[in-house]
């Protein structure tokens, strides 16, 4: 089909969506939908309107900011116990959803899939629960001894009722001499999980930065990068490490998939800081390149062709040792890719992929799927800010449906009129287009399975990807348009 026809299809497609809205709901919405191609001079990744509030009444798939902050940036910081401030409900439905793996004894001296809650009640509402925080950081030292610091994160009903946390932490330090961080990262704050990732990126900034007593020990070489916004979902960020250590790199820290706080607070000490989610920690990114002068560079290591293309663009940062070590390590691992398209391609090719995720996969994972001659028809982010679109045009390769903060009717109408073979967003959404016949991959926790980092692990994702379309199940079940009319 010519791109022109495409085009016009797909602006089509959202006209007929949105005139289920009332007037006033689709020209708000109208501004978070639409269409973009590589040549669009000025297209929806240009224009569309994005971080901002959700339309009451519809089903966002948004997350909250203690989300963005506890489940996202501190969460995964293994030797530190972060206690979710508040009711149970919070921590308990958060707790462990992510898969981000770490090394270590769990109870003992790493605490990441543990639900530690003040579990507030009627009475903490009504009177406070200062006092019920105090006991609990006090109680999390006595049973926990080997814990490296304690993150407090704010619940919606401390912000309500105002309690000071802020106080409680800094009392708690004082008194213990041991890191006592609170973050004031009450849901209703924002717009969605990214005022979290923000607000968790400022107080790293504030109170794990300054702590210099890690740093007087270390020792500097040439070669030192942190890698940054990896949560280690399924071993991601072990899959990266071994990369970058593999060309002559030496990891100082993983920013926070299966960190210590040791590694967070020398992360001053890189070189370069390698950032991969940049929606959730550009912050920090920016804060070390103006406090430590230290550069920071993106990079995509999702499916081969991006790898190839990020290991080069690091490479070129450091020494010709490196840069010949890179080619060495790419030749290797092209062989066994190739090995992997060859087994895959011929099961994928022309299969079309919508995409809803969070705030890097939607553009990041384009080129996987492009490796395994597979089409991204459809993209967009639950909680991506204008740059994050703007980035995405590079990445598209036609014509391409892109939409923010697409709602449950929105993108339920979309797949039923675009077609895809294989809808891959989050969990919210997995079963609602399982149940409709259709194969659907869980792209935020990898569904079970991964790591999809770096070369080893496209091997992953190719299986997952074909297991997911190809799987005899689908026999048995009809995709909405094989029994109905389109677009009813
Ligand atoms: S919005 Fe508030 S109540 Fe809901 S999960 Fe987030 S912090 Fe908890």
Not at 69 to 78: A, E, N, R, T, Y
Not at 235 to 244: E, N, P, Q, S, Y
Not at 456 to 483: C, G
Request: glycine share 10%; with cysteine; aromatic share 10%.
């Amino acid at each position: 089909m010519g791109e022109e026809t495409l085009e016009a299809q797909q602006k089509q497609v959202i006209e007929e969506v949105l005139s289920a809205y009332p007037a006033k709901a689709a020209k708000n919405r109208a501004k978070h939908i639409g269409v973009d191609s590589p040549e669009g001079v000025k297209g929806s990744c240009d224009t569309t309107k994005s971080n901002k509030q959700s339309v009451p009444g519809v089903m966002s798939e948004r997350g909250c900011a203690y989300a963005g902050s506890k489940g996202v940036v501190w969460g995964p910081i293994k030797d530190m116990i972060h206690i979710s401030h508040g009711p149970i409900g919070c921590g308990q439905y958060s707790r462990g959803g992510r898969r981000n793996y770490y090394i270590g004894t769990t109870g003992v001296d790493t605490f990441v899939t543990m639900n530690f809650s003040t579990d507030f009640n009627e009475k903490d509402i009504v009177f406070g629960g200062d006092k019920k925080l105090k006991k609990a950081l006090e109680e999390i030292d006595e049973l926990f001894p080997l814990n490296n610091g304690i993150s407090v994160q704010s619940e919606c009903p401390i912000g309500l009722i105002g309690d000071d946390i802020q106080s409680v932490a800094k009392i708690h330090k004082k008194e213990t001499g041991h890191q006592t961080v609170a973050v004031s990262c009450e849901g209703f704050r924002g717009v969605s999980q990214s005022l979290g990732h923000h607000i968790a990126n400022d107080m790293i900034r504030d109170h794990v930065m300054p702590d210099n007593s890690y740093k007087k020990d270390f020792e500097s070489t040439p070669y030192d990068v942190s890698i940054i916004g990896d949560y280690n979902i399924g071993g991601d960020a072990w899959a990266t490490r071994i990369l970058l250590e593999e060309i002559g790199l030496r990891v100082i820290a993983q920013w926070s998939g299966d960190a210590s706080y040791k590694e967070m607070a020398i992360a001053p000490k890189s070189k370069l800081n390698l950032l991969h989610c940049y929606r959730s920690m550009n912050y920090i990114s920016r804060h070390m390149e103006q406090e430590f002068g230290i550069p920071w560079m993106e990079y995509n290591f999702f499916g081969p062709s991006n790898t190839t293309e990020s290991l080069r663009k690091i490479a070129a940062f450091f020494d010709e040792k490196v840069q010949k070590k890179t080619e060495e390590v790419i030749a290797k691992y092209t062989k066994m890719t190739d090995e992997v398209i060859a087994k895959y391609k011929p099961l994928l090719e022309g299969k079309k992929v919508m995409l809803y995720v969070g705030g890097l996969r939607p553009r990041h994972v384009i080129g996987a799927y492009e490796d395994l001659g597979m089409e991204v028809i459809g993209t967009g982010y639950e909680f991506a800010h204008g740059d994050d679109y703007k980035r995405t045009k590079e990445d598209l390769k036609r014509s391409t449906l892109i939409y923010d903060d697409v709602n449950e009717y929105e993108l339920g109408q979309f797949v039923k009129k675009m077609r895809p073979d294989l809808v891959a967003a989050g969990v919210k959404e997995k079963y609602v287009f399982q149940k409709m016949g259709l194969p659907f991959r869980q792209m935020h926790s990898w569904d079970y399975s991964g790591p999809y980092h770096g070369y080893d692990a496209f091997a992953v994702f190719a299986k997952d990807m074909d297991l997911a379309m190809n799987s005899p199940v689908w026999n048995h079940t009809k995709a909405p348009w094989e029994k109905e009319e389109i677009g009813a």
